[in-house]
């Protein structure tokens, strides 16, 4: 009927996008709490060794950690496996001053608290482990935890 | 007549706010860090004689370069060695062979039966180290096990579900990690 008929073209109205960027950003902090920077470029390959009675570590900031495994440029670095602190290849002998400097960055309530991961690939040997260990130990950084991924149980 | 504000375009805003997202994707990482915990020993005082552990008190596992392993004496598997700790832990029937049994007097739990065996892992420096973590955790699971166990008989709840960390302590204390790594050996040659 003529009565009810519009004047005028029908327009689709725009989509206001101007929340689109709340979401995003929305997103983008989801993001920020959840992650974490990645702290070292890795020079050596670390896959982990599965396991099921793992847990998570409880204060990251508290951490340091210890990468083992093969160069990944093994035409430059051979295949024997490597130990790296930071963003550097380093000897077992350089692990005492590793942890003295990760200690000297901590204020004096922390520094009981303060752990070491030590991030293995599953097919290092453990005679390099070892020496790691007992590196530790005379050092007086007795909490370690071996950084495994979550494994299916076997039984 | 007031002049009008002109409207600031904000389509563009979204456009930046994803940039900043990707950035953040391709930069952090979500994998937290997981793991075994493990105390390790103070280096060995050489005046101080190490004490007496009784042979029963002892579960000893060795594992050799090539990754084989002996339980107490015989060649043991990876499949077993959970449900062997089991039974050296908590030693159901009082067993002679097995290890002895103190009563303490634990917070919460009024007096309970501690074990004093010690498990003795020993890995030679050609172990592999996934196998050396397999057998952490089959230990671990072991413990953990009895940890349950106690935890649901007293306080009707499995050890990780425990809320306040006095019923956790006092778990911990009746059912300690005790795996004492003897010092390395190198028997089956090179690292």
Redesign the interface.
């Known amino acids: 009927m003529a009565r009810f008929k519009k004047k005028g073209k029908k327009e689709v109205p725009a989509i206001n ?2 929340s ?2 709340d979401i ?2 929305m ?2 902090f989801f ?2 709490v ?5 702290e070292a470029t890795l020079f050596v390959r670390v896959l ?10 409880e204060k ?1 900031a508290l ?1 340091s950690s210890i990468y083992i495994g093969q160069p990944m440029k093994t035409a430059m670095y051979g295949t024997e496996p490597r130990i790296q602190l930071n963003d550097q290849f380093a000897e077992v002998s350089d692990i005492k001053e590793f942890i003295e400097k990760e200690r000297a960055a901590r204020n004096e309530v922390d520094r009981p608290l303060l ?1 070491t ?1 030590l991030k ?11 020496d790691i ?2 590196e ?3 050092i ?11 494994g299916k149980k ?2 | 007549m007031a002049r009008k504000i002109p409207e600031i375009n904000s389509g563009s805003m979204a456009d930046i706010s994803f940039l900043l997202l990707t950035f953040f994707l391709l930069t952090s990482s979500i994998n937290t860090d997981m793991g075994i915990s493990r105390k390790l020993p103070p280096p060995i005082d050489k005046t101080v004689t190490p004490p007496e552990i009784k042979k029963r008190n002892i579960f000893t596992v060795l594992v050799n370069a090539n990754d084989q392993l002996m339980v107490n004496g015989s060649i043991g598997d990876i499949s077993t060695i959970k449900a062997k700790t089991i039974e050296f832990l908590s030693n159901p029937a009082s067993d002679p062979n097995l290890p002895e049994k103190i009563i303490k007097y634990i917070d919460l739990l009024g007096n309970i039966e501690v074990s004093k065996g010690v498990i003795s892992l020993q890995n030679d420096r050609g172990t592999s180290y996934e196998m050396y973590i397999q057998v952490q955790n089959e230990l671990t699971a072991a413990v953990n096990e009895l940890r349950d166990q106690l935890s649901k008989e007293k306080f009707g709840k499995k050890f990780e579900d425990l809320k306040s960390d006095a019923k956790k302590e006092a778990i911990q204390k009746a059912i300690p990690v005790s795996i004492s790594e003897a010092e390395p050996k190198n028997i089956g040659g090179q690292k």
Do not use: C, H, W
């Open positions: 996008t101007g689109m960027s995003i950003f997103f983008l993001f920020m959840i992650t974490n920077m990645r982990p060794p599965q396991a099921t009675e793992i847990q998570k570590l990251k951490a752990s991961t293995a690939d599953g097919e290092v040997k453990m005679g390099i482990l070892t260990k007992q530790l130990r005379e007086g950084a007795f909490k370690i935890t071996y950084a495994t991924r979550r076997n039984n």
